[in-house]
């Protein structure tokens, strides 16, 4: 230290005497720095401080819109003191004059009275821009309080001994008093404008809070000791804070991504420019970098934590320089002891600044990672809404949902792990130069053995890349097959076809398993090769040094010193594996994501307006097709020309597949538009073929955002036909509809869409079919109110896709499809004069409908329209050239084909010219009457409602809750402690040894280290002669390092296999528990399904099992790690220095009290974290069902906003998490910081008793203490919120399962049911325990090979007995009987597989045709390609290129549903049992197919028992016997003539309402 006595620098000739003397300020019992240093540094700098940063200030405080803040008694304190500290300057810079004082009394008086009025001007501007605590003016108050204490020392010392001017020392003291009240007064937050509605609204505390509060989190307190106190529930959580709001991050994240794609875009064009191509713009989707784009959001951001972050790394550097001025310290008895209680202060002080900046840089990068993950999972969910129909076959529902849940989360962490990785290789070299001054060129040889390390860890690196990106490809795969079984299950369990794709799963999850456990054994292997690095760099640099020259002495000083440089080296070294893990996942997951956000999205110019076009629809030389990679000639719709007129009503018919649903996709812009013009004029609103809801209630779902219009509202109810439902549902029109309308029939579904259409008030109105589900007469009410040319739509351009032909004499317009192109349009009269196709296809239909017995009004409608025309006379001629004759036989007034007659033998199926409406081309059909009783015919599904005088039951079947309006209950959250049957559960599915082993590994490894330190105090301490380097027990240098090395290989070892063990024991663990969840998911009743969303049991399947391949052992690992490490340090610790003990004590009691608030309080929140995540995904997956109805709504950006504020609701959980971590990690930090003070303390008291090795040894372990502390608080804390995923895991394993799939004892034979008897006694079921009986007390008997029909009105019964015969839902009493035997005595799979269905709605899965038809590989191709020319599909799959193997896209959507139909009846075929049920299957089809598929079931079927649910009459007039159901009851069972017979019957009014009587 120099000793500036001769006045030559310029503070001293500026102060007339010396700025620093080292006799008095250092070398003395009495330290005194000086009065010319206390009066100009030590004051000049806060003040400096103070100017330099104000601008800055004042700068960010005018961008703020915050209201200003009110006057408060905090504030006129801090103005009153302030202007006190003032006065004191002022009267202390005229005592200047009168005293004759140094030129710097002058300077430095004016510098304060300036720096005084700035803050006072600053506390002020403030308040008026809303500030409410200001961290540069605090700050500016502590540096003035520490720097004024040299000086207060002064003036107290002046004081007592009368030296100096009392009045100057009076006028320093008074601004001293000032600045540490004013210190302490901006300590506190002023209140803000409406503070008492902080609480009330939960308005996130961090901006209300003030700064003292913000850098210690003690703004945090409440909530966390809430957690202790009770458990947390989402209602407690903070809002989040407003920049991270997903609107703003959305906006922000668009902002960004339209200027790179821009740059793309012109660097793109630039190329092509380079190449002769001209500058044109690019075509198609174009990629752009997402890394870019998160850098331009989040640029500034980062940048600060990056300083943050740096500042707090390389202040751990003073700790080593610390600790070797301590070291040294003790080493001498003469240096003053006041010394070594400012080394440890110093250090508490540097060590509490670290843990500030490192707790701020944490907080503030997490807080990035969370805009980064909102960003991200706004921009898929609005990615997912604009994608194209091609895009849409490559990305799968479950593939989505990975990248919003996994993906999404892996690009989060980048913000703090990106920090860390960049920042590991600087500290490393930051230590070697700090070790190449203590070890000179010997810290290379630890450079060179880091050096070979590299190549090694690139190689690894490589691999394991590779193998990340094999396990996203097989969780997609998996995930995929997931969803499909989860939105299928109900298929799944009436086909027992749960074990085909239970195997399926396995064998993807087998694939991933083989994955993950290849990366445990490299995992293992890095984390062995880093755990070595530091030892070996330590060992090469000790060895290099001793051994190069025998004058190299290892002191203690030099030895503890590098090694806690070493440690420092060793927490970005032993990071390193994982950080390089994290970025490869990142890297893989960055890709997955540019890939999606790149996928071509729908032209958003395929559907204009234009003002010049009069009519409301315009299509000219439209060319369309359905976009499929990899297919060269992909399905089109061609030549499509068509004008619709403002008003118009025009119908749409044509067969299966002909192109239908394409042509209203072509209006919508769904499908890819390859030539022409499509105008469409006006508001447009949809009604999709499958109805399409949300899980809201029945009227959110009709008026669908807009303001509710009661008198508009109820018209539409009426017109609807939906009064009736209303009136039968427990909560009326606030009914919550579940999943999928789950709660709901098909007939219900439809008329809520068509309400939600004709509620939009749109333009135009585009209907796919929407009468098909429902019966006859309703369908008449809806076409006459609704949408018929009296209807409330009369006035809209109406395009309707129908197989009612008897409708189309009231259209506008006709317009007639087949294989892709319009064959035909026109009028009624047109078509008709034309001769053409369409006046086959009537006659055909005529016949038909006299075969099936069909309303008589709506035949004789037709038939009177034909005969008001001179070709329609013509056209009846035909008809009745074609049938022998027409009788009129009677039920209902309808006219029928003579029974006799031979219209209906199979020979005649075929003809070689006919109606060109037929499946294909080269296949003509005729007429087909009914043959005998054994017609199963059925066309269209729905649900028998009488529009006159309707009074039925509460819907048993549809509605099982009471409480009607809550159908999906709230997810239960866990609270208190994780029990420890979770850690036993967990700890079984790993195995005994797996669980237990590399504890007591990781406990002996520890050991080995502590050992090697000690080892290393015992050398250091009893080194002799500087020339020899030998022990006094003559241990050479050779036997010291060989030592030392074999404990450092024996950890490393240790380590290396405990890891092995652990990660095998986990990925066990995962794959048990993933088989045994599986296998207990598909075991699960229906009613599970119905009452809990597909995105919370997905939860399970993907996110919470992702925790247990990826997150749970490395958590486990490295707690297991820390807690030997801890341990170890405070047992060498005590041991060192025993004093210790007495303040480690009291510390370790704070400590757990700590530990255990926090842990209360995190658990709670990762469990609500979990349960807010399910929602997400829940509306995403509806979203992507629904995407073509939000857009022909374009109802885009009101799913954006709810998506939003979803992903808001998710992460309130994760950002009050985050708060309670960094409350904790300050806490815990401090802690540690407080044992290193106390070991330097106690060493420091403790000179001359004890060694110079054993003090190193003591604070090199104390050093580390306060790392080790807060990361085993963390990992622990981490482990046990997410070990609540395996007990939101377990918590399904122990759901109440169905009955066992197969019973051995009562395993039927393979040939049952020989004949197909039905014997119902007395039988009694309800849906769930706690509901009303949907069957009460049937009793029938079905005869072997009877055709029953079963109809009923809404809520009868007749689907319940339907699943009451497959066990869908289990007796409550009485018995159900076939052949003789108790079917609650067999197993679910022996039932289910012996009896065929044919549902409702035709459910496929992705995979192959073949898959579908036969999961279990049981059939040879031969009979299914027979199967599938008995259901007509055979022509369409020969003309697929791969035939039986072509590919089924998820939910079937690359096939129409009438296809999709076809092939559920070919499963029917294939299966072949005694028994057919028939749900309304034939819906969707035209009226030809339908005739054919009538055929088959009536010729394939002839000798098995078919029972029929209809919802139309005619559909079951020629069954042998039909079962009249009423309030779960059966009112009538007889044949069809007895029971019309008798006008009391209930039948009879049916049929009477029907227009059959």
């Known amino acids: 230290m120099a000793t500036f006595n001769n006045l030559t620098d310029p503070l001293s000739k500026f102060c007339g005497h010396p700025f620093w003397n080292v006799s008095t300020a250092w070398d003395t019992y009495d330290p005194d720095l000086g009065l010319c240093l206390e009066r100009t540094v030590l004051v000049w700098g806060p003040c400096l401080f103070l100017w330099v940063c104000a601008p800055a200030y004042i700068m960010k405080q005018r961008q703020t819109s915050e209201p200003a803040i009110p006057s408060s008694p905090l504030l006129y304190f801090k103005v009153v003191f302030s202007l006190l500290a003032a006065a004191a300057a002022v009267a202390e810079l005229s005592l200047v004059e009168i005293l004759s004082a140094s030129s710097y009394d002058f300077v430095t008086p004016l510098t304060l009275i300036l720096s005084y009025c700035l803050q006072v001007f600053l506390v002020l501007f403030g308040r008026r821009c809303g500030e409410r605590s200001n961290g540069l003016i605090w700050l500016f108050w502590l540096t003035m309080v520490l720097c004024g204490v040299p000086q207060l020392k002064s003036s107290l010392s002046s004081t007592v001994y009368n030296d100096g001017p009392l009045e100057m020392t009076i006028a320093f003291l008074v601004q001293y008093i000032a600045a540490v009240l004013l210190l302490s007064l901006n300590s506190f937050a002023d209140n803000p404008p409406n503070s008492h509605l902080l609480n009330k609204n939960k308005v996130y505390p961090f901006n209300y809070s003030s700064f003292l509060s913000q850098i210690t989190f003690h703004w945090a307190n409440g909530l966390v000791w809430l957690g202790w106190k009770r458990s947390l529930t989402h209602d407690d959580l903070w809002n989040i804070p407003a920049e991270c709001a997903t609107n703003l991050l959305d906006t922000s994240w668009r902002t960004s991504w339209s200027k790179e794609l821009s740059i793309v875009r012109s660097k793109i064009s630039s190329s092509k420019s380079e190449q002769g191509g001209g500058e044109r713009e690019p075509s198609g989707p174009v990629r752009v970098s997402v890394t870019r784009v998160i850098i331009r959001s989040f640029f500034w951001s980062y940048i600060i934590t990056a300083v943050l972050h740096v500042t707090s790394e390389l202040l751990l550097f003073f700790t080593p320089r610390l600790l070797s001025l301590l070291i040294s310290f003790t080493m001498s008895e003469s240096e003053p002891v006041w010394h070594g209680y400012f080394y440890s202060i110093l250090m508490l002080l540097v060590s509490l600044l670290t843990t500030v900046l490192r707790t701020i840089f944490a907080y503030k990068a997490w807080l990035i990672g969370i805009k980064i993950r909102s960003s991200l999972m706004s921009a898929v969910y609005s990615k997912a809404l604009t994608l194209s129909s091609s895009a849409r076959q490559n990305s799968t529902v479950g593939e989505i949902v990975n990248l919003m849940a996994v993906d999404s989360q892996r690009m989060s962490d980048f913000p703090l792990f990106s920090n860390l990785l960049w920042s590991g290789p600087l500290i490393i070299l930051v230590a070697l130069y700090e070790l190449w001054q203590i070890l000179g060129p010997s810290v290379l040889a630890g450079l060179v053995v880091l050096i070979l390390l590299v190549p090694i860890n690139s190689v690894i690196a490589n691999k394991i890349k590779m193998l990340q990106g094999s396990h996203m490809k097989f969780k997609d795969k998996r995930i995929k097959l997931l969803n499909e079984i989860i939105s299928g299950i109900k298929v799944l369990k009436l086909y027992a076809w749960e074990d085909s794709f239970n195997s399926q799963v396995e064998g993807v999850r087998r694939d991933e398993i083989t994955v993950l456990r290849k990366s445990a054994f490299l995992h293992s292997f890095v984390t062995f090769i880093w755990l070595t690095t530091p030892y070996l760099v330590s060992l090469a640099s000790f060895a290099t040094y001793l051994l190069v020259s025998e004058n190299n002495v290892l002191d203690a000083q030099m030895a503890f010193v590098s090694i806690a440089l070493f440690n420092l080296m060793r927490f970005p070294i032993t990071q390193l594996p994982q950080l390089i893990a994290s970025g490869i996942q990142a890297k893989v997951s960055l890709s997955r994501m540019e890939k999606f956000l790149a996928s071509s999205d729908i032209d958003p110019h395929a559907v204009s307006t234009s003002n010049k076009e009069n009519e409301a629809i315009v299509v000219r030389g439209g060319q369309f097709s359905w976009g499929t990679e990899g297919r060269t000639d992909p399905w089109r719709l061609r030549d499509v020309d068509l004008e619709i007129g403002q008003g118009q009503l025009v119908a749409v018919v044509g067969p299966v597949g002909a192109g239908k649903s394409s042509l209203l996709s072509s209006l919508l812009g769904e499908i890819n538009k390859e030539a022409g013009q499509v105008v469409v004029n006006g508001k447009v609103a949809y009604v999709s073929q499958q109805a399409w809801l949300q899980n809201a209630t029945l009227k959110d779902n009709i008026t669908w955002g807009q303001p509710l219009d009661e008198r508009h509202y109820q018209k539409i109810i009426e017109a609807c036909a939906l009064q009736q439902d209303l009136d039968m549902l427990p909560a009326g029109d606030m009914t919550e509809i579940g999943e999928k309308g789950i709660n709901l029939s098909g007939g219900q579904k439809q008329r809520i869409s068509l309400a939600r259409a004709a509620y939009n008030d749109a333009d135009v109105i585009l209907l796919d079919d929407p009468l098909s589900a429902v019966d006859s007469h309703v369908g008449r009410h809806i076409f006459d109110s609704l949408i018929g040319p009296n209807g409330m739509m009369k006035k809209k351009t109406r395009v309707l896709v129908t197989h009612a032909v008897w409708l189309l004499p009231q259209v506008d317009f006709l317009v007639v499809i087949r294989d892709g192109q319009i064959v035909e349009k026109g009028t009624w009269t047109q078509l008709l004069e034309g001769e053409g196709d369409f006046a086959h296809f009537l006659i055909q239909h005529i016949t038909r409908e006299n075969d099936d017995e069909e309303d008589g009004n709506e035949l004789d409608q037709l038939c009177e329209q034909l005969e008001n025309t001179r070709h329609g006379q013509v056209l009846m001629k035909q008809l009745s050239h074609q049938s022998n004759s027409f009788e009129s036989g009677r039920i209902g007034g309808v006219r ?662």
């Open 896 to 1557: 029928k084909c003579n029974r006799d007659s031979s219209c209906g033998s199979d020979q005649q199926l075929r003809e070689s010219s006919g109606d060109v409406l037929s499946v294909t081309s080269n296949q003509r059909q005729q007429s087909i009457s009914s043959s005998g009783v054994g017609s199963v015919h059925k066309r269209q599904r729905g649900e028998s409602i009488s529009m006159k005088d309707l009074k039925a039951s509460k819907d048993n079947n549809v509605n099982e809750g009471k409480a009607g309006e809550i159908l999906i209950q709230e997810e239960a959250v866990e609270t208190g402690k994780v029990k420890w049957k979770v850690y036993s559960f967990y700890a079984l599915a790993m195995g005994l040894l797996p669980a237990i082993v590399p504890a007591l590994l990781y406990s002996v490894a520890q050991v080995f280290q502590a050992g090697s330190n000690v080892w290393l105090s015992y050398w250091t301490s009893n080194t002799t002669a500087p020339s020899t380097n030998t022990t006094q027990q003559d241990f050479n240098r050779v036997e010291f390092l060989a030592v030392y090395g074999a404990f450092g290989i024996g950890q490393s070892v240790l380590f290396y296999f405990g890891s092995v063990m652990l990660w095998i024991g986990c990925m066990r663990a995962g794959k048990d528990i993933h088989q045994r969840l599986l296998k207990r998911v598909l075991h699960l009743p229906m009613s599970f399904f119905d009452t809990n969303p597909s995105g919370r049991i997905m939860n399970r399947l993907s996110k919470d099992i992702d925790v247990l391949d990826s997150v749970l052992p490395l958590l486990i690992s490295n707690s297991l790690i820390l807690l030997a490490q801890v341990v170890a340090t405070l047992i060498v610790i005590v041991v060192s220095t025993p004093l210790v003990a007495i303040v480690i004590g009291p510390i370790m009691v704070l400590y757990y009290f700590i530990l255990i608030v926090y842990i209360s309080t995190t658990r709670q929140l990762k469990r609500i974290e979990s349960v807010t995540k399910s929602p997400v995904f829940s509306h995403f997956g509806e979203s992507v069902q629904g995407v073509s109805t939000i857009r022909a709504f374009k109802k885009e950006k009101d799913f954006i906003r709810t998506s939003h504020m979803k992903i808001d609701y998710s992460v309130q959980a994760f950002v009050t998490n985050l708060a309670c971590n960094r409350w904790l990690g300050v806490r815990l930090e401090v802690i540690g910081n407080l044992i290193t003070f106390a070991a330097a303390v106690f060493a420091v008291a403790g000179r001359g008793s004890v060694s110079s090795g054993i003090v190193g040894l003591s604070i090199t372990y104390a050093l580390n203490v306060t790392v080790i502390l807060n990361f085993l608080v963390r990992m622990s804390s981490e482990i046990e919120a997410n070990i609540v995923s395996v007990e939101r895991i377990k918590e399904y394993i122990e759901e109440k399962l169905e009955s066992p799939w197969n019973v051995k004892e009562h395993s039927p034979s393979k040939s049952w049911p020989e004949n197909g008897s039905l014997t119902f006694n007395n039988y009694q079921t309800r849906y769930r325990p706690g509901l009303e009986l949907v069957l009460k007390g049937i009793s029938c008997t079905i005869n072997p090979g009877e055709k029953v029909g079963i109809v009923g009105r809404t809520g009868a019964g007749k689907s319940s007995l339907t699943l009451a015969l497959f066990r869908i839902i289990e007796a409550d009493g009485g018995t159900i009987e076939i052949d003789g035997i108790n079917i609650s005595k067999l197993g679910l799979h022996d039932l289910r597989s012996c009896l065929s269905i044919i549902p409702q709605d035709p459910v496929l899965f992705s995979g192959t045709l073949r898959t579908n038809l036969d999961p279990f590989d049981i059939y040879d191709d031969a009979t299914i390609w027979h199967a599938l020319e008995l259901a007509h599909l055979s022509c369409y799959v020969r003309a697929q290129p791969l035939g039986l193997q072509s590919n089924v896209d998820e939910g079937g959507s690359n096939l129409s549903v009438g296809q999709q139909q076809l092939v559920s009846l070919a499963r029917a075929l294939l299966r072949k049992s005694r028994i057919l049920v028939l749900d309304e299957a034939t819906a969707a089809i035209d009226l030809e197919t339908d005739d054919l598929i009538q055929a088959t079931i009536r010729s394939k079927f002839a000798d098995c028992t078919v029972l029929t649910i209809a919802h139309r009459l005619n559909t079951i007039m020629d069954c042998d016997r039909v079962m009249v159901m009423d309030k779960g009851n059966i009112a009538e069972f007889n044949t069809p003539a007895t029971l019309v017979a008798k006008k009391d019957s209930i039948f009879y009014g049916m049929a009477k309402d029907a227009g059959l009587v």
